[in-house]
């Protein structure tokens, strides 16, 4: 019998994008379950008792929960290991790409909602410290392709959902531009043309219009 794989998420969550890019590398078939975050399934709180949040992958009726988890968990599990490792074998270079995963996840992902919640110089402020952030990962993407050398690493399955949704959907003036940052932009590139990350983007429209809605129930909270 196959595994049974199944990934509680919200189309627009850059943390569930994270998970599917991971599910669409490694080609594993998976039934998508969206879910209503106002009104969230009774599986949904059984699976994730703690945060109560998507992403959570159910394999085989056993829960995993918080993205970067996941990822690890999807690229490590025996049933799908293969060739295509998500983190150097290096020790200390694999503690260097879970430091800027982290980096992604924590103070990247504070700046970003600076940015939604403020206007006026405040906004201003976030976006300059936000581009700061993209200047440090981009020291660490070096020359390579991809912040995982030839293949996407943790790091890029990380950034992938952040940068690619501010610059594709042109969200907040498209601060994150060819000009400021041509080689994060270049990368973003890179990584959107792999069919496993591009399929994944939900349609532009949509996406724009759950973008102004969530901004004006922001302002109106
Ligand atoms: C964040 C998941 C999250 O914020 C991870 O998986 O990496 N650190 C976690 N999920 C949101 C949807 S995406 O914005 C969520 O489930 N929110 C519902 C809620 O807060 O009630």
């Given at each position: 019998m196959g595994d049974e794989v199944i990934l509680l998420n919200f189309w627009l969550s850059p943390y569930g994008m994270r998970?599917?890019?991971?599910?669409?590398?490694?080609?594993?078939?998976?039934?998508?379950?969206?879910?209503?975050l106002s009104h969230k399934s009774p599986l949904l709180l059984q699976m994730n008792p703690v945060h109560k949040k998507i992403p959570v992958l159910i394999h085989n009726g056993k829960p995993i929960c918080e993205s970067l988890i996941v990822v690890e968990y999807i690229y490590i599990d025996e049933v799908w290991n293969d060739k295509s490792p998500l983190l150097p074998s290096d020790p200390y270079q694999r503690s260097q790409a879970r430091f800027w995963a982290n980096y992604v996840d924590t103070k990247m992902y504070e700046i970003a909602s600076m940015i939604w919640?403020?206007?006026?110089?405040?906004?201003?402020?976030?976006k300059e410290e936000f581009l700061e952030g993209v200047q440090l990962l981009k020291e660490q993407l070096g020359d390579k392709p991809y912040f995982g050398g030839d293949n996407l690493g943790l790091v890029d399955v990380a950034l992938i959902p952040f940068i690619c949704y501010y610059h594709n959907y042109n969200i907040c003036d498209n601060f994150i531009n060819e000009a400021r940052c041509p080689k994060i932009i270049a990368w973003s590139k890179r990584c959107t043309l792999k069919q496993t990350v591009s399929k994944l983007f939900p349609e532009e429209k949509r996406a724009k219009e759950f973008v102004s809605q969530k901004r004006k129930d922001l302002k109106n909270e």
């Open positions: 998970v599917r890019i991971a599910l669409e590398e490694k080609g594993i078939k998976f039934d998508n379950r969206e879910e209503d919640r403020s206007e006026g110089e405040e906004k201003e402020a976030a």
